[in-house]
């Protein structure tokens, strides 16, 4: 199969958490060894900026994906490679995208820089995506929707076969934002590769990190052509090693007004050194989500994060249920925080930010799903390097709270 190169055991010991025990981190980098000796070789080099590393990055990563992959471009971030997608894709400000409000802000910033409208689908009764409903009802609505931009929420991999067929019945393009999607496959291949272009994001708390950073994927290299100009500038060739060789041209034409979106070699180092590993980070994650699962699955005052089985584990979402309990999401959380354990929310959702309501006119009330997720989800730690012991306190207080604040008498 495709999948990646094995990871050793002793790359996996030099990131273990050996901090003191009195708060566990929401979120930390798997970083060892390897990755401060890719990065000391290339500030030893003399070369800072995108350049052989950078490529050697692009290559492993395309044949990470095997054959389920097509042209890899890295970026400096998965939001810079949203905007790449989908400007390369037609999107622009004639006409209009299509997307979930229970996403990261970027995923909308990068059609609204475009000039284009974003319209928003309500995500399903039963997990944290777009429902595919919703998706169709909107491309009904307004025929000019150019592209779809399905996010696989926390890893979970959106239903993508009917999202594509409705997507492929009114000619609209579909680019997943897989910034939290790597490495988790579907049957039909890599989330990132299951429509016209995908982006993976390498922020910090990612399965794979460069820091800031991520890779976006084409299926139509006329498509990743273009994003590859519009990556540096407007360039039209390749200027990379304009400084670097004797004979080098410093002829370049602009094509276009493009921007500025290409990941140095110093992060594409790291990233190299992260892809090797990608197989075990993502092992670690999983084993973590399922104990999380096991010790949970009997609590009725909680509720866990769905899961097609296609899955990246990057978020443990649990749901804290207002019906059970005598506190709701805000105070379990500050309880979690009290008890040393660090909580984060996935997601605000775009119709509770003020740009958006007063530009785009969004209403919670026509979003009932995504209101009532953002107002009783909760993400606990989950990273790779995380000891037994951690997982075990997490469970324990999660445990002791939902106890304490039990509401028995309903
Ligand atoms: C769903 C989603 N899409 C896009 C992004 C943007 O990623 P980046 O920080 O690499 O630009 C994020 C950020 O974490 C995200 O959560």
């Known amino acids: 199969m495709a999948g990646g190169h094995p990871g050793g055991m002793a790359s996996f010991r030099a990131f273990r958490y050996t901090a003191p025990m009195d708060f566990i981190p ?23 900026t995108t350049g052989a590393e950078t490529q050697a990055f692009e290559r492993e990563f395309a044949a990470f994906l ?79 929707i150019r592209a779809v931009i399905p996010v696989h929420v926390g890893g979970n991999v959106c239903k993508m076969d009917e ?21 988790a496959r579907t049957g039909a291949g890599f989330a990132g590769t299951l429509g016209d272009a995908g982006v993976f994001s390498f922020y910090a708390t990612k399965t794979i990190t460069t820091g800031e950073g991520g890779m976006a994927v084409f299926k139509d290299p006329q498509g990743a052509r273009r994003a590859e100009v519009m990556r540096l500038h407007g360039i039209d060739r390749p200027v990379w090693n304009r400084y670097g ?7 370049y034409d602009v094509v276009e007004p493009g921007w500025k979106c290409n990941l140095p070699d110093i992060l594409s180092a790291i990233g190299r050194e992260q892809l090797k590993k990608a197989n075990l980070l993502y092992g670690e994650r999983k084993k ?31 749901g804290i249920r207002a019906d059970k309990l005598r506190i709701g999401r805000d105070a379990f959380a500050r309880l979690l925080q009290d008890a040393g354990i660090g909580v984060s929310m996935h997601f605000i959702p775009h119709f509770r930010f003020t740009w958006f309501k007063k530009n785009l006119g969004l209403r919670e009330e026509d979003f009932p799903r995504a209101a009532q997720r953002a107002d009783s989800s909760i993400s606990l730690p989950l990273w790779p390097g995380m000891t037994g012991e951690m997982v075990q306190r997490v469970i324990e207080s999660v445990g002791r709270i939902g106890t304490e604040q039990y509401a028995r008498k309903r």
Request: without cysteine.
């Open 288 to 318: 973590i989500a399922g104990e999380y699962t096991r010790a949970f699955e009997d609590w009725d005052f909680l509720t866990l994060p769905p899961d097609s089985g296609a899955n990246a584990w990057h978020l443990y979402v649990i």
């Open 245 to 251: 060789a004797a004979r080098a041209s410093w002829e």
């Open 66 to 144: 095997g054959a389920d992959g097509g042209r890899t471009l890295a970026v400096n971030s998965a939001t810079s490679g949203l905007l790449l997608a989908l400007d390369a894709l037609g999107v622009s400000g004639e006409n209009a995208v299509v997307t979930t409000p229970y996403t990261f802000v970027s995923t909308a910033l990068a059609a609204l820089h475009l000039g284009a409208r974003v319209y928003y689908g309500d995500i399903e009764e039963d997990s944290f995506n777009i429902d595919p409903a919703a998706v169709e009802a909107a491309l009904n609505a307004h025929p000019e």
């Open 26 to 48: 929401f979120a930390r980098p798997a970083i060892g060894r390897e990755e401060e000796e890719a990065a000391l070789r290339v500030l030893r080099s003399g070369w800072l």
């Open 163 to 183: 999202i594509g067929a409705i997507a492929a019945r009114r000619n609209a393009a579909v680019v997943e934002d897989a910034a939290h999607a790597f490495p």
